[in-house]
């Protein structure tokens, strides 16, 4: 053998051995978990607008007490550059004596007056969809109108900035139409670009149903899917795109009550976000295996209540309200728990659909359950 080809030899395995030095980039690390507190802000949402986090909620301050006449204190939104603070104080996004021009109403009457409340604050863009004119709409839900005449609880509020102010002229106040989301619960607006936001709602008789916006962002376009996963006895969905596995995963508190403190959060899968949603079944339910069994992904959801799923920096977290169980709940906090799904296990293998979260109930809360109605 020549020596120029040994030299060449030599030199690649020099080369491949130096290659196998090179350490492997490690997968990102899933972000922790972080408890909010001492922000009168609840059932609320987070949008990143401009490197800044905007979390809105609901306030409690004021003395707003659900199922009795009371002040209503409004929504309000704080921003902070990183979640885990400072952020700063509320600033509410408009006048509770304003009026709704649907029901011809103040928002105090319609939302204290009756102690059935406003709930649900959640802001979007219309950004990388629709007009794609950047416009903000707050949304929320009045449920009351749906008591009052059964028409949807939804209202839809064009803000001037994700700060607000939001419905400052009637026009800018919409009483959206709505075909599957015809009821009163909870709700999330999902994006799914270049497509109008999706949203999941809770209906009045705690079933699930998805409808996707018309291009406006301010009502709902129809042809959506009713009792999704054909679960009962749930309300809040939320949901993200997995980016591993391509499969959309919904988020649900299970089952419903108002105010809990330790309630199970649990999951569905679909392969489209309007598309048909399959929850894991439970073995031998005839021997009294509870149905969330495999469902669920906490037992006790931090010793609070979740709420919706916020997707932020491509991270998705549980939005959980840390209920106190009083009649008041100005000083309850929010966690947020990283979403880490990990797919179902095979028959006779341990089932770990998600990493496992990292809060317990013990610091969190006490994990009773609340009762369907704050108590007095």
């Excluded at 104080?89 to 408009?94: D, E, G």
């Amino acid at each position: 053998m020549r020596p120029a080809p040994i030299v060449r030899m030599l030199a690649a395995l020099v080369a491949a051995a130096a290659l196998a030095l090179v350490p492997t980039p490690a997968a990102a690390a899933t972000p922790a978990g972080v408890t909010i507190s001492g922000l009168d802000l609840h059932d609320g949402t987070i949008v990143e607008s401009g490197g800044v986090f905007h979390l809105y909620g609901t306030m409690y301050g004021c003395g707003f007490k659900w199922g009795a006449p009371s002040p209503w204190c409004g929504f309000g939104v704080s921003r902070a550059t990183s979640l885990a603070g400072p952020w700063t104080a509320p600033v509410p996004l408009f006048a509770p004596s304003a009026r709704s021009p649907y029901a011809q109403r103040s928002w105090q009457e319609l939302c204290g007056d009756t102690g059935l409340g406003c709930f649900n604050p959640r802001m979007i863009q219309r950004s990388g969809w629709g007009a794609n004119d950047g416009a903000w709409i707050l949304w929320f839900n009045a449920p009351a109108d749906y008591a009052r005449d059964r028409a949807n609880a939804y209202y839809a509020m064009t803000c001037a900035a994700p700060t607000g102010p939001c419905g400052a002229t009637e026009a800018a106040i919409v009483k959206p139409s709505m075909h599957d989301c015809t009821g009163n619960g909870d709700f999330s607006l999902v994006r799914d670009d270049p497509r109008p936001p999706v949203m999941l709602c809770t209906k009045a008789d705690q079933t699930l149903a998805s409808e996707r916006l018309q291009p406006s962002g301010a009502g709902g376009a129809g042809d959506g899917q009713q009792r999704l996963a054909e679960l009962d006895r749930t309300e809040s969905p939320g949901a993200y795109r997995d980016a591993r596995t391509g499969r959309w995963i919904m988020t649900y508190n299970d089952p419903n009550c108002g105010y809990c403190t330790g309630t199970p959060t649990s999951y569905a899968v679909a392969a489209a976000l309007d598309g048909e949603w399959t929850a894991p079944g439970n073995s031998d339910p005839d021997w009294g295996a509870p149905p969330h069994g495999r469902r669920a992904i906490s037992a006790t959801s931090c010793g609070g209540q979740g709420r919706t799923v916020v997707t932020l920096r491509g991270q998705a977290y549980q939005f959980i309200d840390l209920w106190l169980g009083t009649a008041n709940e100005t000083h309850a906090g929010i966690r947020l728990e990283p979403l880490v799904y990990r797919g179902e296990s095979a028959p006779g293998r341990p089932l770990a659909a998600f990493m496992p979260w990292t809060c317990g109930a013990g610091a969190e809360g006490h994990g009773q359950r609340g009762t369907a109605a704050p108590r007095s």
